[in-house]
């Protein structure tokens, strides 16, 4: 299974061939009437043995003698669990719909079962995820400018994530048939960590699905069992197992140039050599994020940088970028790149690339039809391009860019403060992206 795009559900299996279901029971030998009658029967087949017996003890007897289940034999859903210290003398249970983990599931009727069952369900709410209106008395005129404000505040990427998380537990309960309950009980959480650690998913993807939980968790005020104990003990061991290795490599000066030589050879047209020089060297000069130069799709590029926003003089680029990762409110920041002997290369190509460009506004880096440059695109051409040249492109990225920015000035000398401050970093973050003992080309 691909842990890129984990779908829990793609990898479902049926029940009867997993190695862990129960052996169908067969019926075939008791009469329908006998099937329907049920806990009636036992009864007087109890009789029958001892007709003395009082009609309470008889039924008694008949559950008592049912054999239990050992804690170490699998449910019907392939999951080990013990059954509850009180629940020693029910009968083994059939599996329904999604019972919860841990708990006795049984056709026989009666009020203990009844009880405990629902118990479990007034745990929380059943579903994929509750609404807000389920636990705050929201005026309906305000409803919508309530999930406007919640929306607003998480970036575009960090709800993607989140999305993304919250469906794969939702298909991670349903492949274990456990019960949608909101708030989730602990017992899933210490499951879906272990789930996830088994798809040797990294600690960082695996903090992000945990961190798409607890948000909407504190969000509709429900108790948040990702702050238990063993909870945390986990993640520090997943943290220590599975340590993050940032493996990206830069793209140094050097590099960029012969990116530059070899792209009029990769792409269709001129213009397309033009998009893609200029994106990749005010990328590099720019100390830019991807983020920040292309769009995610053709509906979501209010964010990057606009033909409005550039300013090309004589000796200065100026860009005002309206949005960053730093940035959420969108207050703004001004980039200057200043001419040099190194940066001539960006002056020449980007005012080579406008004057090709249509004038009107828009995402600055767009195709001749008008549709933006999208992050996609962006990281493909690199790859055709680096392949071209023989160059591996396991450990070069869209990232590589701003690594390999931050590497050059370095290797050049240049203060650590200074590369702080033209990569727009508040901490010291940037020393993860000082690398020349990554540097091969």
């Not at 940088?305 to 000796?315: A, F, Y």
Request: glycine share 4%; charged share 15%.
């Amino acid at each position: 299974m691909s842990t890129g795009m984990l779908r829990a559900g793609s990898s479902r299996r049926s029940k009867t061939k997993s190695p862990y279901a129960r052996p169908v029971r067969s019926t075939r030998s008791m009469p329908a009437t006998d099937q329907a009658r049920g806990p009636a029967l036992a009864t007087d087949q109890a009789r029958a043995t001892d007709p003395t017996l009082p009609t309470d003890q008889a039924t008694t007897s008949s559950v008592q003698n049912i054999p239990q289940v050992p804690s170490s034999v699998p449910n019907a859903c392939g999951m080990y669990s013990s059954p509850p210290a009180q629940m020693s003398t029910m009968p083994a249970l059939e599996p329904q719909h999604s019972q919860p983990q841990g708990t006795s599931m049984s056709t026989v009727t009666s009020p203990l079962v009844a009880q405990h069952v629902a118990q479990i369900q007034a745990v929380g709410t059943m579903g994929r995820l509750p609404s807000l209106s389920s636990t705050y008395s929201i005026l309906e005129p305000f409803e919508g400018h309530v999930n406007r404000l919640i929306d607003a505040s998480l970036s575009s990427n960090t709800k993607i994530a989140y999305d993304k998380a919250i469906n794969v537990f939702h298909d991670f309960r349903l492949q274990y048939c456990l019960p949608p309950l909101w708030p989730p009980p602990v017992d899933h959480i210490v499951n879906f960590l272990a789930f996830l650690a088994s798809k040797d998913l990294a600690y960082s993807t695996a903090k992000v699905y945990l961190s798409a939980l607890s948000h909407n968790l504190q969000m509709l005020g429900l108790d948040n069992p990702l702050k238990t104990f063993i909870v945390q003990k986990m993640l520090a061991g997943l943290r220590k197992t599975k340590p993050v290795k940032d493996i990206r490599s830069p793209i140094t000066y050097q590099l960029l140039l012969k990116i530059l030589q070899v792209l009029p050879t990769v792409t269709k047209s001129r213009y397309e050599h033009l998009l893609f020089g200029s994106a990749f060297s005010v990328a590099f000069f720019g100390l830019l994020r991807i983020s920040e130069l292309t769009s995610a799709s053709n509906n979501n590029n209010k964010n990057v940088i606009h033909l409005s926003d550039l300013q090309l003089t004589k000796d200065t680029i100026i860009l005002n970028l309206r949005f960053s990762k730093t940035d959420q409110c969108g207050n703004g920041f001004i980039i200057n790149i200043n001419k040099s002997s190194e940066s001539l290369v960006c002056f020449e190509i980007l005012e080579t690339f406008l004057q090709c460009r249509s004038k009107d506004d828009g995402p600055l880096f767009c195709h001749l039809s008008g549709s933006p440059l999208s992050s996609y695109q962006f990281s493909s051409i690199l790859h055709k391009t680096l392949t071209f040249l023989g160059i591996e492109t396991k450990t070069f990225k869209t990232h590589s860019f701003r690594i390999g920015a931050a590497t050059h000035m370095y290797m050049l000398g240049i203060a650590e403060q200074e590369i702080q401050r033209r990569g727009r970093w508040s901490s010291d973050a940037y020393k993860h992206y000082l690398r020349p003992e990554l540097v091969t080309y």
